[in-house]
């Protein structure tokens, strides 16, 4: 709360995660209050990565992943756009030389833990008691579309209190550890000297940093929490991942308009309109100045009948599906891709640390005597002599990314004398969202190779329809990933990995172990399982050992994994 007089030694500033007129309204608040220290509700585990965003190569939308190195597939991501209220407070902790920091409780004692259970949203309560219907238009009407920030974070701080006072989100034990070490951060942040501290966070946690709580009691409720070992990394990110619709649970509806909503304080709706206009010219439909007058007065008509402040987003597409798109539904998916979501891709700073599969991959690329990835635009097609090692390896690494859902590449269709021979030709092209798509599959392996062959296994276990098996099953063998194809191969190194599995007959097992009187491969088999799995293509009557029990013939000496299986396609 605002204490007149002198400035409070504290100040907190709830806000709502990629709220546009959150972020505008603290970047004023804090050129008011000029802090010497700016907490921020984030993993503390990554506060050397803060000076990172300085750099200007920074670009967002970018995330801070926190993941655990030897399991990748526990992660999490925190991302950030311009609009972003944690953004512009660390950006503008950088730009006046203030001590940034973040405050929430450290993923290092959270990451693998059950998650909390979904709280009820009491924000409807509010909503409701102001006569909206829906509490995502509350929230927009009354704290992100104001055109000043007067007074706004105290109306929050009002807001959040009598929520909580009345109990009508009920809190979890894990949010009260969270609490509780970001008043530990607070206390120590001014042990360390610091005057005034601001502190941003989500609004609902405004009123419990500001509560006295003793120090004994948040010592209490953190002490024994588990811990593991994290890392930490900029990645970069993009808008349609900020979308809800991606799955993000504290995304919003439409990235790109409240990046829009962030740029323009006044006549919002106007420049909307020009810009949707800009883009369906470049479509080649036709917008006249006339169809753009109109739908501004009609999205503003519409408004005032709804008892809004201004028009929204809805009203905006309703008057320019009506005025401008005479009802047709096209024109208004395209506006909705570019503009409303948002194409944008951000770029992570160069100082950023690797995740493990970035690293691998630029191994690989030095090693294979590949163009470094962003320098191949543009690149001649690449021919591949499949019976020399560096071609077959070359081969395996784009045919591993196609996997991955990242791809560098693809095959060219060969045609007459080309299909008899041991070449491959490829069509390499740059992806902008490469980075990402590759950041995507970090969770399944620490390498391409092992995260190409985990994200093979899950798609195998989708239940997937014969076809599709076969076609998986080729590019498996294709990609040189024998461990996805055959259970009886040696174990990968000890780590967390997807465990090996019949390709056709799409069950998971361990790895099975070696009889030591056989020395073969000696399962229990599972009942009802008669099928073929027939891992060596040249060698029809090696059975599926789920079916005979065990492995009994050796792999003849012509062997499609040994010769590559270029040459059977």
């Not at 610091?194 to 709580?213: E, L």
């Not at 420049?271 to 470049?282: D, P």
């Not at 491959?424 to 798509?437: A, K, N, Q, S, T």
Request: aromatic residues 6%; neutral net charge; hydrophobic residues 40%.
């Amino acid at each position: 709360m605002t204490v007149h007089g002198e400035p409070p030694s504290v100040r907190v500033f709830g806000v709502r995660h990629h709220g546009p007129g959150s972020a505008r309204a603290l970047a004023a608040a804090l050129d008011r209050y000029d802090p010497d220290a700016v907490l921020v509700e984030g993993p503390p585990d990554a506060d050397e990565l803060i000076p990172l965003i300085g750099a200007a190569d920074a670009r967002p939308p970018l995330a801070l992943m926190v993941y655990a190195p030897q399991d990748p597939s526990l992660a999490v991501w925190y991302p950030f756009h311009h609009y972003s209220p944690e953004w512009v407070a660390l950006r503008w902790a950088l730009g006046r030389g203030a001590l940034a920091r973040f405050c929430d409780l450290p993923q290092r004692h959270r990451l693998g833990q059950p998650a909390d259970a979904d709280r009820s949203d009491g924000l409807a309560a509010l909503a409701a008691a102001a006569g909206y219907d829906d509490a995502d238009t509350f929230w927009e009407d009354c704290f992100e579309s104001r055109e000043t920030d007067e007074g706004l974070f105290d109306a929050v701080f009002v807001a959040m209190s009598a929520l909580r006072e009345h109990d009508l989100i009920p809190a979890s034990p894990r949010e009260a550890q969270r609490e509780a070490w970001m008043r530990r951060v607070v206390r120590e942040t001014q042990k360390e000297g610091a005057k005034r501290v601001a502190v941003v966070c989500g609004a609902w946690h405004a009123p419990a940093i500001m509560n006295d709580a003793a120090r004994r009691e948040d010592d209490q409720r953190l002490k024994g929490l588990p811990k593991v070992k994290v890392e930490c990394t900029w990645v970069p990110w993009s808008e349609g991942k900020l979308a809800l619709q991606s799955g993000y649970g504290a995304g919003v509806k439409a990235p790109g308009w409240y990046k829009h909503l962030f740029e323009h304080a006044v006549d919002r709706d106007i420049r909307w309109v020009g810009r949707a206009a800009e883009l369906w010219r470049t479509k080649g439909q036709d917008v006249s100045p006339g169809h753009t007058v109109e739908a501004v007065r009609l999205a503003r008509a519409l408004a005032a009948l709804r008892g809004r402040p201004a028009p929204g987003l809805t009203e905006l597409q309703e008057a320019l599906q009506a005025t401008v798109c005479g009802g047709r539904e096209a024109p208004m998916a395209q506006l909705r891709r570019a503009l409303e979501v948002g194409e944008a891709i951000g770029v992570a700073p160069a100082g950023a640390p690797m995740m493990p599969i970035q690293r691998d991959l630029e191994q690989q690329v030095t090693r294979l005597r590949l163009r470094p990835l962003r320098e191949a635009e543009h690149p001649p097609d690449l021919t591949l002599d499949l019976r020399d090692e560096l071609g077959r390896a070359r081969s395996a690494l784009l045919r591993r990314l196609n996997l991955l859902g990242a791809p560098w590449g693809e095959p060219r269709d060969q045609t007459g004398r080309e299909r008899g021979s041991f070449a491959e030709v490829w069509r390499l092209r740059w992806r902008l969202d490469m980075p990402l798509r590759l950041i995507e599959a970090a969770p399944f392996g620490n390498t391409v190779a092992a995260a190409a062959g985990a994200k093979a296994i899950a798609r195998c276990q989708a239940n997937l329809e014969l076809p599709a098996l076969t076609e998986l099953l080729d590019e498996v063998l294709l990609a040189d990933l024998p461990e996805a194809v055959d259970p009886c191969s040696p174990p990968s190194p000890p780590g967390p990995r997807s465990p090996p599995i019949c390709l056709t007959c799409c069950a998971a097992s361990a790895p099975w172990p070696r009889s030591p009187a056989t020395g073969t491969c000696a399962p229990p088999p599972p009942s009802g399982c008669g099928r073929s799995c027939s891992p060596c293509l040249s060698a029809p009557s090696w059975g599926c050992p789920r079916r005979a029990g065990e492995l009994t013939p050796s792999p003849p000496s012509v062997c499609v994994r040994a010769s590559r299986p270029h040459i059977w396609r």
